[in-house]
C-alpha cells in the first residue's frame, strides 16, 4: 500500500513539473512574438515613412525637371551659331514688340548709313583748297577762283562759291553770305540725325512695354492656375526680359553711332568756319594788292 501510494505521489510531482514546463514555454513563445510582432510593426512604420519621403522627393525632382524643361530650349545653345541663337530668341520674345524693335533698328541703321557716306563725302582738305582758291585768285581773279570751288565737292567749297560770288559788292556782304549759306550747309550736314535720336529713344521704350505686357501674361497664368510655381510664369517673364534686353541692343548700337556722326559734323562745322575766315583774309588781301 505505501509502495502505491508513493507511486502515485510520485507521478503527480512529474505532472506537476511537466504543466510548469510548458506553462514556462507557452509564456516565453507568446513573449518572443509579441516582440516580434513589434519589430515587424516598427519596421513597417519606418518603410511607410521612407518611401513617404522618397516619392515626395520624386514629386520634386519631377516638378524641378518641368520647369526645367519649361525654361530650357529643346536645342542646346552651345551646339547653336550666334546667328541662330540671336534668331532662337528673338522668336521666343514674339514677333509683336520684337518685330517693331527690329524696325527701329533697320531705319536707324538705314539712316546711319546714309549720314556717313554724305559725311566722308562731304569732307574736304580745306588747307588744300585754300591753297587752289589764293593760286587762282593771283592767277586769273575770281573767276578763276570760282571755277576751282564748282570742281570741288563739299560744303566748304559751296560756301566759298557763294562768298566769291558775291566778292564784287564788298567784304562785308561777303561775310553776310558766308555766315547765312554756312548756316544752310549745317543744316543738310546734319539732316536726319532727329530721326537717330528718336529710334534710340523708342527702341528702349518699346522692349519695356513688352516686358510689362510680359509680366501681365505671367500672373493673368498664376491666376489662372491657382499656383505659383515657375513652369507657370516661365513664358511670361522670358518675353519680358527678352524684349528689354534686344530695345536695349538696339538703343546702344544706334548710339554709338549717333555719337561718331555728331562728331563728324562738328569737326566739319569747324572746319567750314575757319576755312570762311581764311577766306575772308584772302579777299581782303586780294582787294588790297588791286589797288
Known sequence: MKQLFALLTLTAVLNFTNTTNVY?????????????????????????????????????????????DATTPDVVEEDLSFTQII???????????????????????????????????????????????????NA?????????????KGPVASIFYQGLDRSHEGIDMVEKSVVSYGGVQMGLLEKGISWISLFIALAPMLGFMGT????????????????????????????A??????GLIVAIILQIFYNYIVAKVDNLVNDMENASISLIDLLVKHQLSKK
Do not use: H, W
Open 24 to 68: 514556462a514555454l507557452e509564456t516565453e513563445t507568446a513573449t518572443e512574438q509579441t516582440a516580434e510582432d513589434s519589430a515587424t510593426q516598427a519596421k513597417a512604420e519606418a518603410d511607410a515613412k521612407a518611401k513617404a519621403e522618397a516619392d515626395a522627393k520624386a514629386k520634386a525632382e519631377k516638378e524641378a525637371q518641368a520647369a526645367a
Open 87 to 137: 534668331k532662337q530668341k528673338f522668336i521666343e520674345g514674339g514677333p509683336g514688340f520684337m518685330g517693331i524693335v527690329l524696325v527701329c533698328l533697320i531705319l536707324g541703321l538705314a539712316i546711319v548709313i546714309e549720314r556717313i557716306v554724305y559725311l566722308n563725302m562731304a569732307t574736304t582738305n580745306t588747307d588744300k583748297l585754300l591753297k587752289n582758291i589764293e593760286d587762282s585768285l
Open 140 to 152: 586769273g581773279g575770281v573767276e578763276a577762283a570760282k571755277e576751282v570751288c564748282r570742281n570741288t
Open 212 to 239: 510689362v505686357i510680359g509680366m501681365i501674361g505671367a500672373f493673368d497664368a498664376i491666376a489662372a492656375a491657382g499656383d505659383i510655381s515657375p513652369a507657370v510664369v516661365a513664358d511670361g517673364i522670358k518675353v
Open 241 to 246: 526680359l527678352l524684349t528689354t534686353v534686344f
